[in-house]
Nanobody
């Protein structure tokens, strides 16, 4: 089963930190995964992605140096550590999985992913 389930969202003051987690029974070495976010009225945006065996990670420019994505194939989890959160990071965050093996910046494209979680809300207030 590749239906991801997210957890860990919440509200935090600007400059604070949050950790998101995603789990699915079939998260393994054959599955690339990513975190996306979306605010109402805007397109879904790729935030961070990792290859199936964690050999390659890529981040959106807006979160580079603040967010860290990690995949644990033994625990079937994908985590996103977020530090120095800003108001503009406020969004619904989604975990996604794919078996299509995207490359390069394709890993941040929603079109590459065919399994999506329901999302978890992150709100950053000033």
């Amino acid at each position: 089963q590749l239906q991801p389930v997210e957890s860990g969202g919440g509200s935090v003051q600007a400059g604070g930190s949050l950790n998101l987690s995603c789990t699915a029974p079939a998260i393994n070495t054959a599955v690339d995964m990513a975190w996306f976010r979306q605010v109402p009225g805007r397109e879904r945006e790729g935030v961070a992605a990792t290859s199936a065996q964690n050999h390659f990670t890529i981040y959106a420019d807006s979160v580079e140096g603040r967010f860290t994505v990690s995949k644990d194939n033994n625990k079937n989890t994908l985590d996103l550590q977020m530090i120095n959160l800003q108001v503009e990071d406020t969004a619904m965050y989604y975990c996604a999985a794919t078996t299509s093996r995207p490359v390069g910046r394709e890993r941040l494209s929603p079109a590459q992913y065919n399994f999506w979680g329901q999302g978890t809300q992150v709100t950053v207030f000033s």
